[in-house]
């Protein structure tokens, strides 16, 4: 039997619970019930999966006691492999231990994560890696990390990028009280995103559309979200569901992500599939996503960053370009390529 640690997604929307959604759904036509168990918060509202059981879980992700108390509750259901997607594998999960690892900001810009996140993440990152019996990253930029960072053997990593769910698409936007024109940005509003150099680069632009920042705040923000405020064509808008985000997408002229650091950078995927060109840092795992099918940029100084979005505004014909490659470097990327890689490494 094979399990895997879902309890997250009672707590956070984002990166790592949508891995952790869209893994299970394309693992349904490849395993049967008997084989597979969805470990949830006892604080979730449904099962993830109609086809997987489901075992509530006392236990909550983050906990100081948590690799402990996690092992004596999984300990009854005897699993043969349990997959932790949040890093932090229990002591005694199953007889192998998988992890997933989506980045590791949090050695790179330590500053950029609350306490808490550090304190559970930079604590325990060295043990889990040493404790698993395998690793899935989600980059190739994330296995340098872990290889040189955390002196990981290669031969314990497999890449696993995400994919793009078939709902993001080209396509007419619903009505979501948005321009009928705008620049977009996707993420949560956290210093990691690099908000700061987007601000000064939309302020030197001329003739630009509203530049719409769509995502729930983080934190260290306040002088940010101060400065959003004053600046009458920023929008932001934290109440956009995950359900709206292929019409906001669809109704933007291109997606901007200008991070620090990315373990993946899943908006660009998204947005690409939608038929909206992007602009991306020439950093971490970015130019793996986008390669040539967007326009990548060095973020040492906004100059660049306007420069490219001024391009993208101003010739039909490159923007016209990175619509038809971003739709086609999109379609490489599926949730069915990425469950194969996860049963591979399960059986193995």
């Known amino acids: 039997m094979i399990g895997i640690d879902a309890r997250i997604t009672a707590y956070r929307i984002g990166g790592i619970t949508t891995y952790i959604q869209r893994l299970i759904q394309a693992l349904e036509p490849h395993l049967t019930p008997d084989q597979f168990k969805v470990f949830q918060s006892r604080k979730a509202d449904a099962p993830l999966s109609k086809h997987f059981p489901s075992a509530k879980l006392w236990t909550p992700p983050h906990h100081r006691l948590e690799c402990v108390a996690l092992s004596a509750e999984l300990l009854p259901h005897r699993l043969d492999v349990f997959h932790s997607p949040d890093f932090i594998p229990p002591m005694r999960g199953g007889k192998k231990h998988i992890i997933t690892v989506h980045d590791l900001t949090f050695l790179h810009f330590p500053e950029h994560k609350d306490q808490s996140a550090q304190r559970y993440y930079n604590d325990q990152i060295k043990m889990a890696v ?68 987007l601000l000064d680069a939309y302020a030197a632009l001329k003739d630009a559309p509203p530049l719409v920042l769509v995502g729930r705040v983080g934190w260290l923000m306040d002088d940010v979200l101060s400065r959003i405020r004053q600046m009458p064509n920023v929008i932001h808008r934290d109440d956009i569901t995950d359900e709206m985000l292929p019409s906001v997408y669809q109704g933007a002229s291109m997606l901007i992500l200008p991070s620090y650091y990315e373990g993946f950078g899943l908006p660009l995927l998204e947005a690409m599939a939608c038929g909206t060109p992007v602009i991306a840092a020439n950093n971490s795992s970015l130019p793996e996503v986008v390669e040539d099918a967007g326009l990548l940029v060095e973020i040492n100084t906004p100059d660049a960053l306007t420069h490219a979005i001024q391009s993208l505004m101003d010739d039909s014909a490159l923007h016209q370009e990175m619509i038809e490659k971003g739709i086609k470097q999109a379609s490489k990327f599926t949730w069915e390529k990425s469950a194969q890689i996860a049963l591979s490494v399960y059986h193995n």
């Open 130 to 197: 040493k404790q698993a019996d395998h690793i899935l990253s989600v980059s190739e930029a994330t296995k340098h990390d872990l290889i040189h960072m955390l002196n990981v053997p290669a031969d314990k990593i497999t890449v696993q990028p995400h994919g793009v769910d078939p709902r993001y698409k080209p396509g007419t936007p619903q009505n979501l009280d948005l321009p009928p024109d705008y620049l977009l940005f996707v993420g949560t509003i956290e210093p990691r995103k690099n908000i700061p150099l």
